[in-house]
């Protein structure tokens, strides 16, 4: 028996927002990256993404960075090579700092109010500035 299915995509007009890079979160991350020892190894430095991603979307919902980093292979993402890279022992090493830094942020913005006042109004503008 054959059954004929018929399928239709519609893709919007903007089906990826670009990413908007909360500073004072961004700063926060870096800082913790500094202090233990990632220093090249992490990029947070809020350019513009090349590419899509979904990410942009939630940033603009709420604060967010999108930190890209190291793990210890030059290849490119999306390839082959990168695919056996990440998941290279060497790679762990990489992963988990930068996993010890992202959560060093998360309990910075849970335990100063100033720096979570400052995360809440770069958002404010940010989002007043990249209306879509």
Do not use: W
Not at 49 to 72: E, Q, R, W
């Amino acid at each position: 028996m054959f059954i004929s299915l018929k399928v239709e995509i519609s893709i919007g007009e903007r089906p990826y927002l670009n990413v908007i890079s909360n500073r004072p979160l961004q700063k926060a991350f870096s800082r913790n990256c500094e202090l233990i020892g990632l220093g090249n190894h992490s990029s947070s430095s809020g350019s513009p993404l090349s590419g899509s991603t979904d990410m942009g979307n939630v940033s603009y919902v709420v604060p967010s960075i999108h930190p890209c980093f190291y793990i210890g292979s030059d290849a490119v993402n999306h390839t082959r090579e990168f695919t056996a890279a990440a998941g290279n022992p060497k790679a762990q090493h990489y992963t988990l700092a930068q996993s010890k830094a992202m959560a060093m942020t998360a309990k910075d913005v849970f335990t100063n109010q100033q720096l979570l006042q400052d995360i809440k109004e770069r958002f404010k503008e940010d989002r007043f500035f990249n209306t879509f």
